[in-house]
Structures are given as structure tokens and as C-alpha cells.
């Protein structure tokens, strides 16, 4: 089945540093790509998508670049703030995996802590 | 943006009672719905498909007739944890789809609902 696995938390970094989280995937058909952000005390918020091979979705300063050849999804963001600590989510939807449709499936959420 | 609430946000109940969790689209309308659930230090677990009026579509490993699942309207959902036990202690998680835009349809979460079965 499908499966989504991302680097283990928490991540901690100070104000202003350079992030990554890792986020690889299986798929059995073509999926779409999301990542997902948690705010303390509330609900999950799309944070950024992509829907087919190359494709960058964007949004707040971060980046992820959809890598079929490497079945990755990294997030990236240049500069990080204090209000960028949540947890974060990469998850995928694949239409064709027998699920539910559009049903998501989650890797296990980084935690990220910005100091100031 | 679109809101979705659940309720209640956390509840205790005593091993054997049923316990019913609403999930509400506030601002739109929502034909299809999804319930997660969320171990601690866990990915959300995908449980069900609720479409209004019509049966659930529930995954593999999920009981149907323990989590029973009924969205008799658009905006409205609802998951119904019969004769609970304490291994059904989680976060319950539910989100609705929206009818799409140019961007397509997407999904939005509610806050959760913390169940604790003593």
C-alpha cells in the first residue's frame, strides 16, 4: 500500500536558519503531494501542494519540489521564524490505491522548534 | 478560509458507553467528508469516507459496526465509537472536501476530538 515517511522530530533551529525536513513516499498509482502544518491547539492547514512530476508548490517561504525519480517531497524554507514552529506534515493522495477517495495518507508529522 | 469544527473537543467516557463526535463544515458544503484517527507520536490514520447520503466507505482494519459513521447532510457528520473501550483512546480527526475551485478541491480539518475511555 501507499506510504509516506519523513524525517523523525524534533527538529530545532535557531531564528533565521536554513531548514529542511525529508519526506519520501511509495506510491502505487501517480499521487498528488502535500504537506500540511499544525499550529499549537489547532486543526491541520494545507500549507503547500503538487499535483505531477516537477511540479514546486509554494507558500509563507517555503518550498517543495515534487521528485518522481527519487519519490521525494522535501520542504524547504530559507529563513525560518519563530512563528514557523508546528508540525508538519507530508502526505499523499492517490486515487488509484483502492482507498478512499482523495482519502489522505500522512507520514508521522516533524516537529519544529525555532528559537530566537 | 474554510472552517470546520468538531465537537466535542475532548471527552471521557466509561468503557462500554457509545460516544457520538460531530464534525461541522461552517462555511460551505461538503459532500464528502473523511475520518482520521491520530496515535500519539503517530501519522493520521485514514478510518473512513462518509458521503452524504450513502453508506461510508471504510479501510481495511476498520470495524464498521464500531465506528459508525452517518452524514445526513452536507454539513454534517457524525462518528458514533460503540461500546468503547480503552483501546480506542485517540485523537479523532475529520476533514471535509470542497466542491474545488480553479485550484481544484481540497480538504480542511477540524481541531480534533481527544477521546479518553477509562
Known amino acids: 500500500g501507499d506510504s509516506v515517511t519523513q524525517m523523525e522530530g524534533p527538529v530545532t533551529l535557531s531564528e533565521e536558519a536554513f531548514l529542511t525536513i525529508n519526506c519520501t513516499y511509495t506510491?502505487?498509482?501517480?499521487?498528488?503531494l502535500f504537506w500540511y502544518v499544525q499550529y499549537p491547539g489547532e486543526g491541520l492547514q494545507l500549507l503547500l501542494k503538487a499535483t505531477k512530476a516537477d511540479d514546486k508548490g509554494s507558500n509563507k517561504g517555503f518550498e517543495a519540489t515534487y521528485r518522481k525519480e527519487t519519490t521525494s517531497f522535501h520542504l524547504e524554507k530559507g529563513s525560518v521564524q519563530v512563528s514557523d514552529s508546528a508540525v508538519y506534515f507530508c502526505a499523499l493522495s492517490d486515487l488509484n490505491s483502492g482507498g478512499g477517495a482523495d482519502g489522505l495518507t500522512f507520514g508521522k508529522g516533524t516537529h519544529l522548534i525555532i528559537q530566537p | 478560509g474554510a472552517v470546520v469544527s468538531q465537537h466535542p473537543s475532548w471527552v471521557i467516557c466509561k468503557s462500554g458507553t457509545s460516544v457520538k463526535i460531530e464534525c461541522r463544515s461552517l462555511?460551505?458544503?461538503?459532500?464528502?467528508m473523511f475520518w482520521y484517527r491520530q496515535f500519539p507520536k503517530q501519522s493520521l490514520m485514514l478510518m473512513a469516507t462518509s458521503n452524504e447520503g450513502s453508506k461510508a466507505t471504510y479501510e481495511q482494519g476498520v470495524e464498521k459496526d464500531k465506528f459508525l459513521i452517518n452524514h445526513a447532510s452536507l454539513t454534517l457528520s457524525t462518528l458514533t465509537v460503540t461500546s468503547a473501550h480503552p483501546e480506542d483512546s485517540s485523537f479523532y480527526i475529520c476533514?471535509?472536501?470542497?466542491?474545488?475551485?480553479?485550484?481544484?478541491?481540497?480538504?480542511?480539518f477540524g481541531p480534533g476530538t481527544r477521546l479518553t475511555v477509562t
Open positions: 476533514s471535509a472536501r470542497d466542491g474545488g475551485g480553479a485550484g481544484g478541491s481540497r480538504q480542511y
Open positions: 506510491a502505487t498509482g501517480y499521487p498528488s
Open positions: 462555511d460551505f458544503q461538503a459532500t464528502t
